[in-house]
């Protein structure tokens, strides 16, 4: 970090494949990172070979997906348009953050399955996948992003270069499981949903119920909505 000189980073925590990569294209030089499945991997490394294009690096002998996207980024014309044609022909999800030397695209996933959430403090902007990294950082959340949408961002603040599209299919298990308590999807607090699933389930009746545990991290809100339930 002591070498790090500048004022734009990304990053990402990947438990599959090197990030963030960075590229030269006609587009210029780009850092990306990504986040998601790609269910048709196969079939677009298949149309990439056919076409004479090659890939440098994989993992186990796969082709690192983050390559993939930033290669169909590069079929286009402009960055936007290359990260719209990108979720246009990726099945599954990918949401994305791409870095140039004039600022930051950040871009959800066509169908909005997984979180982004933009933050702002004096001078600075930020985006993340949890809104709970924010506070101890001095942000405040200040936008979610909707399905598809892409934001390029400054220092300065942030430009919508793609509208949301009009369907949403985030994934549920963010409130239920994955997501840390204290974050926000959709202006919606995790643990608050935990703590009302715990309520709806002590509703039923049907159980004679003794004690009440949850298994940290989720399972705690859980327990204290159905315990006060």
């Known amino acids: 970090l002591v070498r790090f000189h500048g004022r734009q980073g990304i990053g ?5 494949d090197p990030q963030p990569l960075i590229f030269s294209s006609h587009l210029g030089t780009f850092g990306i990172v990504t986040v998601g499945r790609i269910n048709n ?26 390559e993939v996207v930033a290669m169909l980024i590069c079929r286009a014309d402009s960055f936007e348009a290359g990260i719209r044609y990108a979720q ?5 999800s990918c949401s994305l953050l791409l870095l140039t030397e004039k600022g930051i695209y950040a871009a959800r ?31 405040e959340t200040a936008y979610f992003p909707g399905p598809g949408e ?19 299919q985030i994934c549920s298990f963010l409130w239920v499981y994955y997501g840390y308590p204290a974050s926000e999807y959709e202006g ?21 119920v003794d004690f009440v545990a949850g298994i940290p991290d989720s399972g705690i809100g859980h327990a204290l909505g159905y315990a006060n339930e």
């Open 88 to 92: 246009d022909v990726i099945q599954g």
């Open 41 to 66: 991997m196969d079939a677009l490394v298949k149309k990439a070979f056919a076409r004479k294009s090659y890939f440098s690096g994989n993992t186990d002998g796969v082709t690192n997906p983050t």
């Open 12 to 16: 990402v925590i990947s438990d599959t």
């Open 109 to 139: 996933d066509r169908l909005g399955r997984t979180p982004l959430v933009v933050g702002r403090r004096l001078g600075a902007i930020a985006v993340s996948s949890e809104s709970c990294a924010f506070p101890n950082l001095g942000f």
């Open 188 to 208: 919606i607090n995790v643990e608050y949903v935990r703590y009302g699933c715990g309520a709806a389930l002590a509703r039923h009746d049907d159980v004679e």
């Open 150 to 168: 892409i934001l390029f961002l400054t220092a300065d603040g942030w430009e919508q270069r793609s509208a949301p599209g009009d369907r949403m």
